[in-house]
């Protein structure tokens, strides 16, 4: 596989579900990022690693956790959701944090809160 | 206020013509990255084209140039010889030097559909 992929592409949970949303990047990258799409909305950073360290993003409710096990994987864990999170959650990745380095992004997964 | 301003919600532009769509940035740093990106109905976000603040040339990447005027803040997107897969929501970002984790700023993107 090339590229950033993500996996589930859809997901339908209830409020007291636990899911998780899986990010792999195949490009050697150090950073990863989490963003939330919501309808009629610019899109929403949610989480940044860069060399697998967190740098906090105190706006995202903590029912959002998320996990960097290594440098080409990320998770966001979620749990006990409310239906105003759904939304298009999207993973992306770069060579560094620097702002000059483009983020790719995956295909996203389109999450459904009941 | 906003980082990144896209003024028109939707385009329309004829097959085989050329369209440029809008953005404004706002920023206080001499150094500043942008960036457009394209995403059609699936979903995800695909990377066209990147300006540097200092660059003194207008990007280019094979049908797509960046109009970069940096007194006016603007980096606006020509899309030569549309095609229908042009049709897509375009989006502007920004990423500014922030203490190394800088955050990529989006606009609320411009709609684009190409008629045959």
């Known amino acids: 596989e090339t590229g950033v992929t993500q996996t589930p592409r859809h997901l339908v949970m209830g409020m007291t579900n636990k899911k998780s949303l899986k990010c792999e990047q195949h490009?050697?990258?150090?950073?990863m990022y989490w963003y939330k799409q919501s309808a009629k909305k610019p899109l929403e950073l949610m989480f940044v690693?860069?060399?697998?360290?967190?740098?906090e993003n105190n706006s995202v409710p903590s029912r959002f956790s998320p996990e960097c096990p290594n440098s080409s994987h990320l998770f966001l864990h979620l749990h006990t959701l409310q239906p105003e999170d759904s939304a298009l959650y999207l993973c992306?990745?770069?060579?560094?944090?620097?702002?000059?380095?483009?983020?790719?992004f995956g295909p996203g997964t389109r999450l459904t809160v009941l | 206020a906003q980082k990144i301003t896209q003024t028109q919600p939707g385009m329309f532009v004829q097959e085989k013509e050329a369209v440029t769509l809008d953005c404004t940035y706002d920023t206080s740093d001499q150094s500043y990255g942008l960036f457009w990106y394209k995403q059609p109905s699936s979903g995800e976000m695909i990377f066209l084209i990147y300006q540097g603040s200092y660059d003194e040339q207008n990007a280019t990447e094979g049908r797509y140039s960046l109009n970069f005027q940096k007194a006016r803040k603007s980096a606006n997107l020509v899309i030569s010889a549309s095609q229908l897969g042009d049709s897509a929501m375009y989006f502007c970002?920004?990423?500014?030097?922030?203490?190394?984790?800088?955050?990529?700023?989006f606009g609320k993107g411009t709609r684009l559909s190409v008629i045959a």
């Open positions: 992306a990745s770069s060579q560094g944090p620097a702002f000059t380095d483009t983020q790719y």
């Open positions: 490009l050697g990258h150090n950073a």
């Open positions: 970002a920004m990423r500014e030097p922030f203490s190394g984790n800088t955050p990529l700023v």
């Open positions: 690693y860069s060399l697998e360290e967190r740098v």
